[in-house]
């Protein structure tokens, strides 16, 4: 370990703050960024002290929080997966082998000693003349209050709230007999069997979901206000099948599905600029033979928005379809008027009977996990500050955060993400600087300030519904975000660190 924090610890509420010691890095997060952005710090800068902070009581983040059924990727794992480590299954993983994969990286690169457990990071407080971080943290399990400098902070912390999810309220919740649950916080012990499951959502979540509890629940519906585009590849990649008996070294696997992966989101993502009409006609009639004869397409799979201004959900080898062919999920696509006693009436007057509902309606976005910052005293507002890069903050010293990809793998970026971040801790050692700032230039202060993210581009629910509280974009590089994969691994390796727009001292 490679701080000085105490392991004993006092009565809860009864103990001061303790001095927990100084690292040189500090990671808030032990999710796939928290502990991608660990390994390239410790493979490009071995000496450098480093702690790992997560509320959490385990590592995963995502994958911890998420344990509902069928949990599972949408994204491939060869791209999901980091650059530097090989997955070796299918193509699609569920929750816990993805959990699997992050404990050989924690194992195979001996990250496990960095991480704290139950570490809440609740305020973090720059400060010019100490040249250092100071940053608060609450035991979740004792209550102990600890602080911690450092001279660089690492904001690894996903993009949502873990503890608490979004639970819309409707009328009439209160008076319904049944459970309503929520995928955050799925009950291990949950019996389905003879129960009627209503699931109001229509993302992946509700897609993974219900095939995985259509058969033990005795009827599951997915009750969504509209709908979704779907695709329904494999489970295994074809090319992986033909690739199999070569018996190719497991970098090679990697290497070759991550470019086949790759080559066909940036085809997706090309064709829904360049051609949205055609890429709709192809989702939608790729999901025609998988339904029901005479299923009503329009009104339950086709979308009111353009492919890819949301997340497109994969359902591999078609198996949300296949639970609706075989009768034991079904699809209502309309608003909830109220619940009842026993289930919820929709604005056409039909009565859904539930014994159980499932809220897989979203989260709660969280800016840089809701920790109060403080930049000399000065309290930052978000809503005032830009993006640089999707990395840094204006105004923010010595502080980078990792944003992954939405549309695409997440891990793509925490590999591009951490490239970048190594390569500016290596240029502030060339120049013997301890402090970097992201500073709009004189040409910048009158840029036109963006939203976070632009509806036109991308526009799910739990974005639009937290813009006002995220910080913006500007209207020229380096002050944007968002880009697409196969623009940015071309742009980011080579960005200019000294162009003005970072300071250096
Ligand atoms: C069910 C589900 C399926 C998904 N599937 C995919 C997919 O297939 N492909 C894809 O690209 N993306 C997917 N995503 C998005 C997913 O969130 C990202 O892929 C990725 O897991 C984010 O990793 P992260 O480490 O950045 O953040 P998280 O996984 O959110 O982890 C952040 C960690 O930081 C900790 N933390 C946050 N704030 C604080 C604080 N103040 N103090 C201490 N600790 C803190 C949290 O406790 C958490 O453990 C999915 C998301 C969900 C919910």
């Known amino acids: 370990m490679t701080t000085t924090a105490p392991t004993t610890a006092p009565a809860p509420g009864t103990e001061e703050i303790q001095d927990a010691g100084h690292v040189d890095v500090l990671i808030v997060g032990a999710g796939v960024s928290g502990i991608g952005a660990a390994y390239h710090l410790r493979d490009q800068f071995p000496g450098r002290t480093l702690v790992i902070l997560d509320a959490q009581d385990n590592r995963g983040g995502t994958w911890w929080t998420h344990r509902y059924p069928g949990v599972r990727s949408d994204s491939d794992l060869f791209t999901y997966g980091y650059r530097f480590k090989p997955w070796r299954g299918p193509s699609i993983a569920a929750g816990e082998e993805i959990l699997a994969y992050l404990d050989e990286v924690i194992d195979e690169y001996d990250l496990g000693p960095y991480i704290r457990y139950r570490h809440r990071v609740t305020a973090a407080s720059w400060s010019t003349g100490d040249r250092r971080w100071t940053v608060e943290v609450t035991r979740d399990d004792t209550g102990q209050r600890l602080r911690f400098t450092t001279g660089f902070l690492w904001m690894c912390q996903g993009y949502y709230n873990h503890a608490k999810p979004y639970r819309p309220r409707w009328e009439g919740m209160d008076r319904f007999q049944g459970l309503v649950i929520h995928p955050q916080r799925w009950p291990e012990d949950l019996d389905l069997a003879g129960k009627r499951v209503v699931v109001i959502g229509s993302g992946a979540t509700a897609a993974t979901l219900i095939p995985a509890i259509a058969g033990k629940a005795e009827h599951v519906t997915m009750l969504q206000r509209s709908p979704t585009y779907f695709f329904a ?90 639970a609706l062919r075989e009768g034991k999920a079904s699809i209502v696509t309309d608003t909830i008027e109220t619940f009842t006693e026993h289930g919820i009436k929709v604005s056409s007057g039909e009565e859904i009977p539930a014994d159980i509902v499932v809220t897989a309606t979203g989260f709660n976005m969280s800016v840089l996990g809701d920790v109060a910052f403080t930049v000399d005293s000065e309290p930052v507002d978000f809503t005032e500050r830009v993006t640089w890069r999707g990395i840094m903050i204006n105004g923010l010293p010595n502080m980078a955060y990792v944003f992954g990809y939405f549309r695409h793998s997440w891990t793509l970026r925490v590999d591009l993400v951490s490239d970048l971040v190594v390569r500016l801790l290596a240029n502030m050692q060339d120049k013997g600087a301890t402090m970097v700032v992201p500073a709009l230039r004189p040409e910048d202060t009158d ?59």
């Open 233 to 322: 590849p494999p489970t295994t990649h074809e090319l992986a099948v033909m690739l199999d008996p070569l018996n190719l070294p497991d970098e090679w696997m990697h290497e070759i599905m991550r470019r086949q992966y790759m080559t066909q989101y940036h085809w997706l993502a090309r064709t829904s600029f360049e051609a949205p009409d055609e890429l709709h006609t192809f989702l939608i009639e790729s999901m025609r033979p998988l339904l029901p004869e005479g299923f009503d397409i329009d009104k339950h799979f086709t979308p009111r928005y353009r492919p890819w201004q949301q997340r497109i959900a994969v359902v591999p080898d078609g198996d949300l379809f296949a």
């Open 447 to 505: 840029m036109q300030l963006r939203p976070f993210s632009d509806p036109e581009n991308f526009n799910p629910g739990y974005v639009m519904r937290s813009q006002h509280i995220l910080f913006k974009q500007g209207d020229r590089e380096p002050w944007t975000h968002m880009h697409e994969h196969e623009q940015e691994r071309e742009f980011l390796p080579g960005a200019d660190l000294d162009d003005g727009t970072l300071v250096y001292r």
